[in-house]
């Protein structure tokens, strides 16, 4: 085979493997995908898009086909794979991954003993979707409840008059508390002489057979002790809750007195002012509850949280391989890119050229002979040398602007998108150098599929040196997003 041969067969082997990966990638196909569908209806199918995933346990097994509007509620079409099988009980519900991240289908298998799901049933039982919204509606009403529960709080303590109830509430449990611990302090001994005497008391009950009559009397003396202290123990809590019955004592005055009542009664109409103050927005908790304005900062703060986390997403890189065939010389010229583009209307582009016409190096040598100085111009051409471009794009609106290095010279570019960006029209011009033309380059790109696109054009159509020549080619392109997919698809061997 002739070396032009073998070019043509590796270009056209490199353009269909390129063409099966970017299929693979994108999920193209020119027959319908294996599987069944399902119908599903929503009450709201909000931030659902179509061709999302379908996932049962975190797994994908179908994509979304159809959204449409039926009855007035949401018709989600769904194509599950052929080899996962629903029953008629089966539960279907909208999530989001993460907080504010996309929306996707999950499932819920049913009873394996439930009839199967064929080709156009229906899923019959959803869950509805939580959003935002109801998120806020439910806090709402949560505010309603807190106001609530202060009104009625607000009719139990109020004013300085509860204040100074509740306060004698707390000093007299305080000295309730004392008297507790005196009466205890002052029975302590005869408690533990009590627990000791049942102590020796069990010991002797152990070894009753060996015990004489002697010991017996003496444990009855001993039961005979402790009844008495008993009751100069009973004596002195009749004593305490005497002196409370007669209004004795700060305890005395909270059980008996109708000040105390009264003082309870000032206490919740002091609550009731305050829940009165918050609900005319007076204070700082009165704002927070009832102005509108606490809402809007909330949903301002969201809004800026979700704008931050879209200039995160649209942070993106290409990597994209075009080949040109030109007309003139037979060959093929190839181009290696990256575009990062950190925002929608920027981004920077770095490409290896491979030119069938090589790289040129051009050296001027100067030489004195005989007091007659001679410059000698050479042009050498390094047929393996590969050509480098660097630039900075802008795009504003439907134009774009590029400028920096073009195929290792300075140069400038014009874009022109039009029907949503299928079709771009390009003009550059770089190599501006005075010996000879510049290098004026026109070309199409047309994206008849996401990843894959055709390209036409005329490359330095003004050379005074016979290197104008019509070129046709294709190429592809891969976001970040799409190389992960793909490398996540290829094949690991194993031992």
Not at 82 to 109: C, M, N, P, W
Not at 184 to 212: C, H, P, R, W, Y
Not at 333 to 361: A, C, N, T
Request: proline share 2%; charged share 30%; hydrophobic share 35%.
């Amino acid at each position: 085979m002739s070396s032009e041969a073998k070019v043509g067969v590796f270009v056209i082997i490199g353009i269909l493997i390129l063409t099966y990966m970017s299929m693979k990638v994108g999920g193209v196909s020119f027959k319908r995908a294996k599987g069944y569908d399902v119908n599903v209806y929503f009450d709201s199918a909000t931030g659902l898009a179509k061709d999302v995933q379908v996932e049962i346990a975190g797994v994908e097994v179908g994509r979304v086909r159809k959204i449409s509007l039926e009855n007035g509620k949401a018709l989600v079409v769904l194509r599950i794979n052929s080899d996962v099988r629903l029953t008629k009980d089966a539960k279907a519900i909208i999530r989001t991954k993460g907080i504010l991240g996309d929306k996707y289908v999950e499932l819920t298998q049913g009873s394996p003993s439930a009839p199967p799901l064929k080709e156009g049933d229906r899923i019959v039982k959803t869950v509805p979707t939580t959003d935002m919204d109801t998120l806020m509606v439910t806090l709402g009403e949560v505010a309603k409840n807190i106001n609530r529960l202060t009104d009625s709080l607000a009719n139990v303590f109020g004013g300085e008059k509860g204040e100074a109830s509740l306060r004698l509430i707390i000093e007299s449990m305080e000295e309730m508390a004392e008297t507790l611990n005196k009466t205890v302090q002052q029975n302590n001994e005869d408690i533990t002489k009590i627990i000791a005497n049942f102590s020796d008391f069990s010991e002797i009950l152990k070894d009753m057979g060996n015990t004489n009559s002697d010991d017996i009397r003496n444990i009855v003396v001993n039961v005979n002790r402790a009844s008495e202290k008993m009751e100069d123990l009973i004596a002195g809590i009749n004593d305490i809750t005497t002196k409370i019955n007669e209004g004795k004592g700060s305890i005395g005055k909270l059980v008996n007195k109708d000040e105390m009542i009264d003082n309870l009664t000032g206490a919740l109409t002091s609550l009731n002012k305050i829940t009165g103050k918050i609900e005319r927005g007076e204070g700082t908790l009165g704002k927070l509850v009832n102005e509108d304005e606490t809402v809007e900062n909330i949903n301002a703060s969201l809004v800026s949280i979700n704008d931050y986390l879209q200039k995160q997403d649209q942070y993106k890189t290409y990597l994209n391989y075009r080949g040109e065939y030109l007309f003139d010389s037979n060959e093929l010229k190839s181009y290696l890119s990256l575009r990062i583009q950190p925002r929608e209307d920027k981004y920077y582009l770095f490409q290896i050229v491979d030119d069938p016409g090589g790289k040129e190096e051009v050296t001027d040598t100067t030489r004195t002979t005989d007091g007659e100085t001679t410059t000698e111009h050479k042009v050498e051409t390094d047929k393996d040398g590969l050509k480098f471009s660097a630039q900075i794009a802008k795009r504003y609106y439907d134009i774009g602007l590029r400028g920096g290095l073009f195929e290792s010279t300075g140069g400038v570019g014009l874009d022109y998108y039009l029907f949503n960006d299928r079709l771009t029209l390009s003009f550059e011009a770089f190599d501006f150098d005075p010996d000879r033309n510049a290098h004026l380059k026109f070309k199409a790109d047309y994206r008849p599929f996401k990843y894959i696109y055709i390209t036409s054009g005329f490359d330095d159509f003004i050379s005074d040196e016979g290197k104008e020549s019509f070129f046709i080619g294709a190429g592809i392109s891969f976001a970040d997003e799409d190389i992960k997919s793909l490398l996540s698809d290829i094949p690991i061997p194993k031992d």
